[in-house]
């Protein structure tokens, strides 16, 4: 059963504009939720992260925003650049964020910034 | 400071064979967890290990078995493989008493079973 849930595998922006991602969930237990960006023949690596004890987070052009009673979150890429095209993936943890835990991840949607 | 490395990169098995995998881990760090990502899908979680004891496992069967040796690399195992075991396996290493989002990917292995 997926807990973690990308809902659109692929999203188009133009460069410049923003670029909004969405993730849903369904576990109740999820208390630390992390976006990763994946390029072709690489691992994922760690974008932003979120706790659930807050419903925003900021660093640079990426913003996640978390809405728990909707259990929903998406991040924000302002303004997108060609650079950005790659799979984003939602993972989500039940451990308050400890390297010593899990992580609950959705399928991925892969973003294009086009010029 | 050298990253997450795995090998091989890809490999090609039959059915029924027996396949290992291997990840070193990044320099200074004890814990390594191993994903699998099947194509169209997200990572799932196998297990994780934590200055070599199993600390944690994922809904596979017990034909998926893993190793962390004294340096901290470790070794995934594959029984008996079947077709669905085609995937991009990933590990992940990190400090065990850092956050999760320490944690670094390495670039994969991909085994394809005929």
């Known amino acids: 059963d997926q807990q973690v849930k990308q809902n659109s595998p692929s999203l188009s922006v133009q460069e410049g504009r923003i670029s909004i991602l969405n993730c849903d969930y369904t576990n109740s237990m999820f208390d630390y939720f992390l976006w990763y960006k994946k390029y072709p023949a690489e691992g994922p690596t760690f974008l932003i992260s979120?706790?659930?004890?807050?419903d925003k987070n900021e660093d640079g052009r990426f913003t996640v925003f978390l809405n728990k009673s909707a259990k929903h979150l998406s991040l924000h890429i302002v303004p997108s650049q060609p650079g950005d095209s790659a799979v984003y993936f939602c993972a989500a943890s039940v451990d308050r964020g400890s390297t010593l835990g899990r992580l609950y991840f959705g399928r991925g949607t892969q973003l294009t910034v086009w010029p | 400071e050298t990253g997450v490395t795995q090998s091989p990169t890809h490999l090609i098995k039959t059915r029924g064979q027996q396949v290992t995998l291997r990840c070193s881990s990044q320099s200074g760090h004890n814990t390594v967890s191993w994903y699998q990502q099947a194509l169209g899908q997200g990572p799932q979680f196998i297990f994780q290990y934590y200055r070599e004891e199993e600390n944690g496992r994922g809904n596979f069967p017990p034909r998926f078995s893993g190793l962390q040796f004294p340096n901290y690399s470790s070794e995934l195992n594959v029984n008996a493989l079947e077709l669905d075991d085609s995937a991009l396996y990933l590990c992940?290493?990190?400090?065990?008493?850092?956050?999760?989002?320490?944690?670094?990917f390495g670039p994969g292995t991909r085994l394809t079973v005929l």
């Open positions: 979120i706790s659930s004890i807050k």
């Open positions: 992940a290493s990190s400090q065990g008493t850092g956050g999760i989002d320490t944690q670094y």
